[in-house]
Structures are given as C-alpha cells and as structure tokens.
C-alpha cells in the first residue's frame, strides 16, 4: 500500500527533534529483503504440525535440541536456508543511517538474520540472538558464519550423521538464537534495561506484531513518559491503538520514503 506522504512528514519532523530513538524491529522489515516472516502474511510455518506431528514451537524448542538435536536442526536449517543470500533493504540502510545520525541511536531486533549488523546498525541488542554465531555445547569453540553450507565438514560424522558437531571436540554445536523455551541472553536484557530506565525522546516499532511483553513494553513505557511513540507495520498489532503515530505501510516503503525527505 502507498505511504501517506504526510505521515511521513510527522515521522520525519519527529526523528529531527529527538535527541534520542530507540528503533524496534520485526520480521516485517526482513520481508522486504525476501525472507519469510515467521507466521501470518507470508509465514514460513503456516501448517499447524511439523513432519514430525509436533508444533513449530516443539520443534525449534531448546527442549527438542536436547532430546533429539536432528529435529531441532532440520528447521533451523530451514531457517538459514530461507535467509541464505538475502541482502539488507532500503530499511535496515536508513535505520542504521537514522542512528548515526542521532546523538543516542539504539535498535532493539528480534531478527537473527543478521541482516541489520551487515548494514552498519550500531549499537544494537539482538534480543533474539544471531543465527550466524555458532557455538559448541561442551567445549569453548565458537564461530561465526554467513553460510550452513559451510558446516558440511562437521556433517555426516560417526559422532551423529544428521547434526553439526564440533570440529573441535565432536559435541554438538548451535546457532547463538533463543529457542522456544529458552530464557533471552541475559547480557541482551540488561542492556535493554539499561537504555529503557535511560529513556528515549522516541520509540518506533517497525514490522513487529508486538507480541511479547518485552518488545510491547518500550512502546509503553514512552508513552506513559509522554514521550513519542510510533508504528510502521502494514497490519494491526498489540500497540496500534497506543501509539501517536501510526503509517500502516512497510518497512521499505516507508523508509525510502523518508529518506527522501531527509535526504539521506
């Protein structure tokens, strides 16, 4: 849908005046870069199972990794193949623009793409971790890599010919990312605290449903401080009727847009 150029206006006029912005992030702004957001418009797991009869959320699940590790990586595996090759947007470029620029600049993600640090945003807390860090469960070897193509060595060992293990030790290894029934990194989380008991001039919510608590709780803490609040998401989530401004458009859109007029 078209952005209202009037909006954007506000939304420009708004970023001018903060001294500070904390920028929240979504699935919505990696949908305009090709990959799939998790459910809903253009899910990736639409299906209420998975092949094995269990929900996406069984299956992506710390406890799955546990009990059997090969189910667990069959999906991220999906994850990171559907992430393969995708490139930052129009919106991951402005947001991290928008935060040099600003004297305070600061971007909560849930993505694990990845794909906000390859454009330059700084600094930033993946609350969500990064599916790119890789990290083996008994020994310190750690990684970090753009590719699972690159994990083929560590397959098919005699250690388990389904899984990634270590190249190190032979444990197995994982991505950096926060599976269902897994606490968030605590570093994130203080951090996050941190910068929300600091406060902000403005939040804005991007491509978010704002379902979580604590992705919602930003929103609601500025406004409740009578600072700006705003939402750029297509769609209607948990802080739509909250917030002072709201541009029911994409993330690419809007940010193209708002360059524009920024100049940027």
Known sequence: MPVDPLLVEQLAETLEAARSVLFITGAGVSADSGLPTYRGVGGLYESETTDEGVPIEAALSGQMLSARPEVCWKYMLQIERACRGAEPNRAHDVISALQARS???????????????????????????????????????????????????????RHAPSVPRCPKCGSLIRPEVVLFGEMLPAGAVAALERELLAGFDAVVSIGTTSAFPYIAAPVMIAKQAGKVTVEINPGTTDVSSVVDLRIQATAAATFHALAEVLAL
């Not at 849930?110 to 600094?123: E, I, K, M, T, Y």
């Not at 890789?134 to 193509?149: A, P």
């Open 103 to 157: 004297e305070r600049g600061w971007l909560l993600t849930q993505n694990v793409d990845g794909l906000h640090r390859r454009a330059g945003s700084d600094p930033m807390i993946e609350i969500h971790g990064n599916l790119q860090k890789l990290h083996c469960l008994s020994c310190s070897w750690t990684s970090r890599v753009t590719d699972f193509r690159t994990l083929e060595p560590e397959l098919g060992t």
